[in-house]
Structures are given as C-alpha cells and as structure tokens.
C-alpha cells in the first residue's frame, strides 16, 4: 500500500495489485453453463505442472497455457467472448474506471465471539466470575431454541470477501501493475480477482475501455504509465493554492 | 654539477607532490536517507523498486537536502487558509519515520512558551521548501524527550539565519545533555529501552538501580532481530545516485 496525492493536495492510500500471467483458458456457453450469461474461465499465476494430475492438466493443455495456481470464472457478454490462450494484461482497466475486488481474507483461526463478531463482554472486575470475554444469553426464554445462525465463536477469517466501488488511480504497463484505491481483503502476495463494478452508481463509468480486452500485439502502443486526470504526477511543480 | 671528489653528481630526480583529492575525500562520505531503506517483510521487492522510482522522480523536481535528527530545519508548506498562502516552520528535528513515499518527519519548536510539534510528509507535494539551518547529529535517533525537558532546549527563532558550514566536513554530533523538568515524565526515559545517552538524569542513584531491572541484556546478541542492511545499503546507494545524475 502506498501513499498517493490529488492535485488539491489530498492524501489517498492505494494498493498495488500486479497482473501476474493471466491467460483466458475456456469458453463456456450460456446454454452449457446453465446461467444467464457465457461463462469465461481465467487462470492466474503459473506453478509448476508436476503436482497435479493429468486429468486436471487438461484444461491448460488445450488452452495451451503453463499450470495456473487460481483458475476463476467471469460471466461475460457474447460480444465479450475471447478466445482461449490470449494473455489478459493490466491495461485491459483505465485509470478513472471504478472496480470490484474478491479474495480470501486472513484466516485468524478459532476465534472467540468478541473479536469474531464485536460483541462487549463483561467487565474485568466489580465481582465477574470467570466470565470477562463470554457471548452472555445466546436467546429468549420465549423462544426455548437457539436460531439458526446465531453469532457464536468459530473459525474466523480465510473466506471470500469483496470491497466494492475501488477507483483504479494508476496503472503501469510495463510491470502490470493497477493501482487501486483502498484497501483489499487478503494478505500480501495473495490471489485476488478484479471485476468490474457492480454498483448502480458506477454503471456509465467506463467512458472508453479496451474491447473486449487490451491486445499486447496490437496496434496499440501504450505509455509506460497511466494516471487519472486528479492525480499529481511528481513531475510537475508542487501543489499551490493561488 | 661535480661533487667534491671530481666525479659527476649522481641525478637526484626532485621528491614526489603529495596530491591531496578533496573530490574523493568527499565521495567517502555517502548518506543515503532512511526511507529507502525497505523494511523486513514478506514484500515483493518489485513494489519498493517502483516507489523508489517515484521518490527519485519527486527528488529530481524538489530538492530534498539531508538532514538527521536533531538538525534545525524551515519548511515552507502551501496552505490555503494563510495570508500568502504559504506558511513557515523552523523546529528540530526530534523523529524520522516511515518509509517510502510515506516517510515522515516531526519538527518541534515552543512558540510564545506553547511547545508546538508538526509532522511533515518528505514527499508531500504541498511542500515548497525545506531548508537546512543547522545541521548536526545528536546522541541519540529519537528526541521525544525533549517534551519533558526544560523548554530552553527546544526553542529555536523564528528567523534564525542558516549556519554555514563547508561540504568536506564531517557532520558534527551535539555532545548535548539536557535537563529535564521534574518528574512525572509523559515516558519513564530513564529505563534502559528507551537507551537515551543525551539526558543528564539528576536522579538518586537508587532510582537508577531501580530503573535497570527491566533492562534486557540478552537483547543485543538476539540473531532474529539482526538486519543487515549495508549489501542493500550499497545497491540502493548506487541506483538512487546514478538516477540522480541524469
């Protein structure tokens, strides 16, 4: 996470997400899925292919593509489709584009019910027995049962979570980076899937995006850096307020 | 030339000049700043590369002079409620911290007997000017105790005129111990953790004594905690100074 200033002088964290070797591996038809819209499947980082069996190698075979650690599915638009094999780069967002991001939160093991869920406690003195960090009433006596779903202590953390509404400030060619506003579940280094924006106030965000995806071997020739429009780049003089 | 036993003088070519390189006496002397130094972790180094590139970016624009704690320095900060929209700072420098584009400072002065401390971004793009007025080293990297020492250590004037000193000198180190006010102190500073060489405690020595039971010999011969630095010291060193030069 770094620090990142708008040319009024306002101070933003951002995180760095890196574009590690994704390749689009198989298309999925609407009518084969089952769903409302085709489905595409996405691999991301490349392990080595000798742990795995040769019948889950096979996916990657016909794509053509090395051993992805995390294989996603992305519902997409039939004009959206791409063909298997084609690597997905960090300019397929533009900076100013608002984006969603999933991943695995930190898993925190067996945890009690106060860090778990929030809840009081008791007091540390003032005659507590034994009772300082315990749920209290798990119900009514009217009820005479617990409800399903009660908040309760468990395992807590290593599931998926998304923060929704992330602004993409930055995003560096060269090395695949996207710099998105915010913080974002998981630890670092960990696996992370980046979608669009779901959010009804971010639908006409997108003035121009590359489609379906950017095209490494295209026509298109991208600077090294790409910035928002609010960002101030230290290449230019610092902020004054005339 | 003929010696006095008839015989010709045997050539004695003239003694050699001792040269004297002040250029290379200088280039000895590196100072790289602390925030570039990345810290210990689980980081994937290309993320410290890349903010090592953007900080090399702000420091081709703006001028950010080296300085450590306990040097006097005036910041200059753009500010939209002020009369020219620009206010001054002149203050010590009492901490150094962060690391990266967030790297810190906090200057400490006492205006009008109201001890005043502001902690400035190093690359903060409101920042217009940091000027160094007096630069030194004190005994210790961290001078939080001057909040409780007597308030004459930490006043500095305003309009205080920069000190001159020549670029091949060494930087000097302030032998300065300080006296504090009467206890109770915001830190206990007289415990061995905080490790603080530049007060002059003016306590019994039996509160001294006392205050050595929680100090933690086996500390410094803890191998987990070591982090050399100087091989990373050195690569940073040369990438930062050749980019620099461009």
Known sequence: ?242 | RINSDGKPAKFQPPPKPVIIDKQKQREERRFLSPEFIPPRGRTDPLKFYIERKDMIQRRKVFNIPEFYVGSVLAVTTANPYANEKASRFVGICIQRGGKGLGATFVLRNVIEDQGVEICYELYNPRIQAIEVLKLEKRLDDNLMYLRDALPEYSTFDMNMKPVSRLDHEEIPVNKLQVRMKPKPWSKRWERPKYNIKGIKFELPEKKMKEAQKWSQPWLEFDMLREYDTSKIEEKIWKEVSEELKK
């Open chain 1, 1 to 242: 996470m770094m620090p990142i200033w708008t040319k009024s002088g306002k101070k933003h964290a951002v995180t760095l997400l890196k574009v590690q070797d994704c390749h689009v591996l198989r298309y999925i038809s609407k009518e084969e899925s089952g769903g409302k819209t085709s489905k595409l499947l996405v691999g991301g980082k490349n392990v080595s292919p000798f742990s795995k069996s040769e019948s889950a190698m096979e996916i990657f075979k016909e794509a053509g593509v090395p051993r992805k650690q995390k294989v996603t599915v992305f519902n997409v638009t039939d004009d959206a489709i791409i063909k298997p094999g084609t690597p997905l780069y960090a300019a397929h967002f533009r900076p100013g584009q608002f984006v969603d991001v999933t991943a695995k939160t930190i898993g925190k093991g067996f945890q009690g019910v106060m860090k778990r869920w929030g809840f009081k406690g008791q007091p540390a003195s003032h005659g507590q027995t034994k009772t300082h960090r315990r749920p209290g009433a798990i119900s009514t006596n009217k009820a005479a049962k617990v409800y399903r779903g009660k908040k309760m202590p468990g395992k807590m953390g290593n599931i998926y979570r998304t923060s929704f509404g992330l602004k993409v400030w930055r995003i560096n060619t060269k090395h695949d980076i996207i710099y998105v506003n915010g913080s974002v579940p998981g630890h670092t280094n960990c696996l992370v899937k980046v979608k669009d924006s779901k959010l009804p106030t971010y639908k006409d965000c997108n003035k121009n995006p590359p489609f379906p995806t950017f095209f490494a071997d295209g026509d298109e020739k991208l600077p090294e850096d790409l910035y928002d429009d609010e960002i101030f780049q230290f290449t230019d003089p610092p902020v004054t307020y005339a």
